[in-house]
């Protein structure tokens, strides 16, 4: 009855301070442990998706090919207001060529999309008057790295007209491999799988690739631009404004526009050039001209929205590598093979 009583007298027992501080130590231990191993479950899980999105991008390119014996190219339309070509939108300039990923689209299940595009008008946002908004506003997931940033910003803002200013740029990660050039138009004769087509046209088969379809790039991961032209960032392009670095990017000849028959020297000028140009690239009213930084801002374009026949240059980091192959291009992050 004495040690009962003795034991009811102490009140109710429990937890002590320093106990409960013990346990809750363990517990932020255990979660800070935890938070990596789930983090990078995440980003193998990403990194699988981005993987798988490139392989559909080059399983449809090889179905395309099956379909219609070439592969696809940047072919060019004109304005909707231009349908007979008097003002030449219709030119060489690849604005408003319709992208390798809008023709492939009915080959990896994307036939609504495709079914909803008009290839006889311009792929450019601002010569179609919106006639296409629905079907070019869509975020095609194929098209976007799951790790990548999503684009800022909306298309039609030239129009000034609602709901088609407010239709946000859909993005995409995955770019189409012209090769080791700066002139991606077939005139110049691009060394890559792909090339931007004039209004003479072109077509490129199985018996061009001299490497064999294994041993050639078709698409590779690009990431996603800033959004901010006054701000300088690793994924900008920068446009030096000039049509030629010396003899480097000369318009239609291959042998002066693509590595390796340009060489080195000519190369590692223009580079420089670039680098000595990229700080001034933020300056001033018009840096939207000379820093590049909607990079991946649409999937329908067949250009790089870099500028019209001036030279553009992508910043390289100075650890960057590249292998000067063939009918290939070494790609920042991960390849696909068709």
């Known amino acids: 009855?004495?040690?009962?009583?003795?034991?009811?007298?102490?009140?109710?027992?429990?937890?002590?301070?320093?106990?409960?501080?013990?346990?809750?130590?363990?517990?932020?231990?255990?979660i800070s442990l935890l938070l990596p191993a789930v983090q990078s479950a995440r980003e193998a899980a990403r990194r699988a998706q981005c993987i798988n999105n490139l392989k559909q991008l080059g399983l449809a390119v090889a179905n395309y090919e099956s379909a219609t014996s070439a592969y696809p190219q940047c072919y060019p339309q004109r304005a909707i207001w231009d349908i007979p070509n008097a003002c030449g939108t219709a030119g060489n300039s690849g604005w408003g060529n319709?992208?390798?990923?809008?023709?492939?689209?009915?080959?990896?299940?994307?036939?609504?999309?495709?079914?909803?595009?008009?290839?006889?008008?311009?792929?450019?946002?601002?010569?179609?008057?919106?006639?296409?908004?629905?079907?070019?506003?869509?975020?095609?997931?194929?098209?976007?790295?799951?790790?990548?940033?999503?684009?800022?910003?909306?298309?039609y803002g030239c129009l000034n007209v609602q709901p088609f200013s407010s239709i946000r740029f859909p993005g995409n990660n995955y770019f189409a491999s012209v090769g080791a050039t700066v002139c991606p138009?077939?005139?110049a004769k691009p060394p890559g799988l792909f090339s931007i087509m004039g209004l003479t046209g072109g077509s490129i088969g199985v018996q061009d690739i001299t490497d064999g379809t294994s041993n050639t790039i078709a698409f590779g991961e690009w990431k996603m631009g800033d959004f901010d032209s006054s701000k300088l960032s690793i994924q900008d392009a920068i446009d030096i404004l000039q049509n030629t670095v010396g003899t480097f990017g000369t318009w239609g000849s291959s042998q002066q526009s693509s590595m390796p028959s340009a060489g080195m020297p000519a190369f590692t000028t223009f580079l420089q050039t670039c680098q000595g140009a990229a700080p001034a690239s933020t300056v001033g009213d018009s840096?939207?001209?000379?820093?590049?930084?909607?990079?991946?801002?649409?999937?329908?374009?067949?250009m790089f929205h870099t500028a019209w026949a001036t030279l553009c240059c992508r910043r390289i980091r100075a650890t960057t590598t590249a292998t000067w192959n063939p009918r290939a291009v070494t790609s920042m992050h991960r390849v696909c093979t068709a």
């Open 185 to 187: 138009w077939n005139d």
């Open 98 to 155: 319709w992208s390798v990923q809008a023709l492939i689209l009915p080959y990896f299940e994307q036939a609504p999309i495709y079914n909803n595009l008009n290839f006889m008008i311009s792929a450019s946002d601002n010569c179609d008057n919106a006639t296409q908004a629905t079907a070019i506003g869509t975020r095609v997931a194929s098209f976007l790295c799951p790790s990548s940033t999503l684009p800022t910003g909306t298309m």
């Open 287 to 302: 840096n939207w001209k000379t820093n590049k930084s909607l990079m991946g801002r649409d999937w329908q374009h067949g």
């Open 1 to 30: 009855m004495k040690r009962q009583r003795r034991l009811s007298e102490r009140g109710p027992t429990g937890f002590t301070l320093i106990e409960l501080l013990v346990v809750i130590a363990i517990i932020a231990v255990l």
